[in-house]
């Protein structure tokens, strides 16, 4: 039997679908009216969850085939209003985006990682280098799982570092905040951690695969010149205020990691490959191969060689990448005229860009606590974009940049239990109380919003490409 919150989310979801449909919206051609009632649906469903947020996007993508594309049932030539409806096969194409792709690369270098235990063997040598001192500990704890995070999801970092630290925790006094610190240390690093890199956590993908649809490209050596530098300071003041707010009593801990190199031929053949793909990536801007098509290399290679089978691909996170698939679909029709629609209900000018860039950060920072940090993103991005094309904030105003700052500030989300996966995954160490995870949590939002808006004013613009021109 539903719940009554989701029976309400259910309904909610219809009236929003039908009533911009049914009324006429001063404003709106048909088809935007049509899109925008779809975008109501999916942000009500997406927010209350009254279905898996996947499967939401799924609908998003039938019914903008069936109301939107040139095998409408809705549209005619009566009501077209010089709209043209693009081609079916343009939202179904969303589920092969480049982004999709390059996710789904990120995937299989997981995967393969976890199989042949290259994570657990790159965990132990660096925290080898951060030697046995408390504070050290607490500072390799959050590196590693930051790093990790950067390249494999962070639900799964989370997971697997949490049992590298319950050993740990088990040998430390009942009465010593160190164990709330070193706990803490895992969801903080898995959060931060996945901003570096575009496969890191899909609030990236979803930013890239929106400026994208926009003609412009970040490459993955250009977000990680973005991201690497505010993430490895966020990470160094995270490290400092977990030491202030659970002050150590020990000044000593004892780690052991049971790993050991696996040398069998898939096992060498997936460093090597795991290796390669990584360079490559963070490599692009000299040979030119886009970080897509690199992506493919792990997804033929670990097929063909039998490192990725038939049964590790069923443990994959597929709702992952439906949930972005969505995204970028519901972006598309976003651009028939409800964007603009929503922008133009709010004079923006009075705001001024940067404050603009600021309130957007704000409200995704707000959002993200409450929902999914994708959701948050996929509703927000597209806003921001289009706040920039259609010249509602001024011409100054850099949509490519606020963007970003909406992507950075979503995954700086990790107030409660329920804002990310690896703050839940934390909760189940039964160390941690909504309390500590709040305080902790509160320093991590505010350094990566300042700092988020500092480095987009005056450093950024560096390393983005230009506002296309318009026309």
Request: proline fraction near 5%; charge should be positive.
């Given at each position: 039997m539903q719940s009554p919150k989701k029976i309400i989310g259910m309904v909610l979801a219809v009236l929003g679908l039908l009533i911009p449909i049914l009324i006429d919206i001063n404003g709106l051609t048909y088809a935007g009216e049509i899109a925008l009632g779809i975008f109501f649906m999916a942000a009500i469903l997406w927010i209350s969850e009254a279905v898996p947020i996947w499967s939401t996007s799924l609908l998003v993508i039938f019914l903008q085939v069936l109301l939107l594309s040139n095998k409408s049932l809705l549209l005619n030539e009566g009501n077209l209003e010089g709209f043209a409806p693009p081609p079916y096969q343009t939202f179904y194409n969303s589920m092969a985006s480049t982004i999709i792709i390059l996710f789904l690369g990120g995937f299989y270098?997981?995967?393969?990682?976890?199989?042949?235990?290259?994570?657990?063997?790159?965990?132990?040598?660096?925290?080898?280098?951060?030697?046995?001192?408390?504070?050290?500990?607490?500072?390799?704890?959050?590196?590693?799982?930051?790093?990790?995070?950067?390249?494999?999801?962070?639900?799964?970092?989370?997971?697997?570092?949490?049992?590298?630290?319950?050993?740990?925790?088990?040998?430390?006094?009942?009465?010593?905040?160190?164990?709330?610190?070193v706990a803490m240390a895992i969801p903080c690093g898995a959060n931060i951690g996945g901003i570096a890199t575009p496969i890191g956590t899909p609030p990236n993908a979803v930013v890239l695969g929106a400026l994208a649809e926009q003609g412009v490209t970040i490459s993955f050596a250009q977000w990680m010149m973005i991201a690497?530098?505010?993430?490895?300071?966020?990470?160094?003041?995270?490290?400092?205020?977990?030491?202030?707010?659970?002050?150590?009593?020990?000044?000593?801990?004892?780690?052991s990691i049971e790993s050991g190199w696996n040398t069998s031929p898939l096992a060498i053949a997936t460093y090597i490959i795991f290796g390669l793909t990584v360079l490559l990536w963070v490599t692009d801007k000299i040979h030119g191969i886009s970080s897509s098509i690199v992506a493919f290399l792990p997804i033929a290679s670990m097929s063909l060689l039998g490192i990725i089978t038939k049964g590790d691909l069923k443990t994959f996170s597929w709702d992952v990448l439906w949930l972005m698939?969505?995204?970028?679909?519901?972006?598309?029709?976003?651009r028939y005229g409800p964007a603009e629609w929503l922008?133009?209900?709010?004079?923006?000018?009075?705001?001024?860009?940067?404050?603009?860039?600021?309130?957007?950060?704000?409200?995704?920072?707000i959002l993200s606590n409450l929902i999914s940090n994708t959701v948050a993103a996929t509703i927000l991005v597209p806003i921001a974009i289009t706040m920039g094309m259609s010249g509602a904030v001024g011409q100054t105003f850099n949509w490519i940049l606020a963007s970003i700052v909406v992507g950075m500030m979503v995954s700086f989300?990790?107030?409660?239990?329920?804002?990310?996966?690896?703050?839940?995954?934390?909760?189940?160490?039964?160390?941690?109380?909504?309390?500590?995870?709040?305080?902790?949590?509160?320093?991590?939002?505010?350094?990566?919003?300042?700092?988020?808006?500092?480095?987009?004013l005056f450093v950024w613009k560096h390393f983005i490409p230009p506002l296309p021109v318009a026309g």
């Open positions: 270098l997981a995967a393969a990682a976890v199989k042949y235990g290259l994570d657990k063997n790159l965990t132990r040598m660096m925290l080898k280098l951060f030697g046995t001192r408390s504070s050290n500990v607490v500072l390799g704890l959050l590196i590693s799982t930051a790093t990790l995070s950067a390249f494999m999801s962070n639900t799964a970092t989370a997971a697997m570092m949490i049992t590298v630290v319950l050993p740990i925790i088990a040998n430390l006094k009942a009465d010593d905040p160190l164990r709330i610190g690497v530098p505010i993430v490895v300071v966020v990470l160094f003041i995270t490290w400092r205020a977990l030491l202030i707010i659970f002050p150590p009593q020990s000044k000593q801990l004892d780690l698939a969505g995204g970028l679909s519901l972006g598309i029709s976003m922008i133009g209900l709010v004079d923006w000018t009075m705001f001024g860009p940067v404050i603009v860039v600021c309130l957007l950060g704000f409200i995704g920072y989300s990790m107030l409660l239990p329920i804002s990310t996966p690896p703050n839940a995954i934390a909760m189940s160490t039964g160390m941690i109380e909504t309390k500590h995870m709040t305080r902790i949590g509160v320093v991590v939002g505010v350094v990566g919003y300042l700092l988020s808006i500092l480095f987009g």
